[in-house]
């Protein structure tokens, strides 16, 4: 079993940043890849950021790509999500999430079926 729990989440203004941290326990070993999904009320949830143990290989949506940046610090076992110029449309619950995938399917890291553990969610709120 792996427990997934997210923090750094807020109300900032448009413009502004956050960085959003995941601590995962447990057997993490059973997983190579960890991701960053974000839901808003009445939408699908939708991946934001992955990136593969051990890698600098990193996966973004094209809505955050050059705003958001994913990390992660093995040897501590968590994953960041360092926000910048965020934008009232980034509103959402994020979710942070962990699977075993091969790198020649990591094209689809952002299926959220593909996930097998997730944390509990940490909202963030843009204002304009």
């Known amino acids: 079993q792996v427990q997934l729990v997210e923090s750094g989440g807020g109300s900032v203004q448009a413009g502004g940043s956050l960085r959003l941290s995941c601590a995962a326990s447990?057997?993490?070993?059973?997983?190579?890849?960890m991701a960053w999904f974000r839901q808003a009320p009445g939408k699908e949830r939708e991946g934001v950021a992955g990136?593969?143990?051990?890698?600098?290989?990193?996966f973004y949506a094209d809505s955050v790509k050059g705003r958001f940046t994913v990390s992660r610090d093995d040897a501590k076992n968590t994953v960041y999500l360092q926000m910048n110029d965020l934008q009232p449309e980034d509103t959402a619950m994020y979710y942070c999430?962990?699977?075993?995938?091969?790198?020649?399917?990591?094209?689809?890291?952002?299926?959220?079926?593909?996930?097998?553990?997730w944390g509990q969610g940490t909202q963030v709120t843009v204002s304009s």
């Open positions: 990136i593969f143990t051990g890698s600098i290989n990193t």
């Open positions: 447990g057997y993490t070993y059973s997983t190579n890849f």
């Open positions: 999430a962990a699977t075993s995938i091969s790198r020649r399917n990591a094209g689809s890291w952002f299926w959220a079926n593909n996930y097998i553990y």
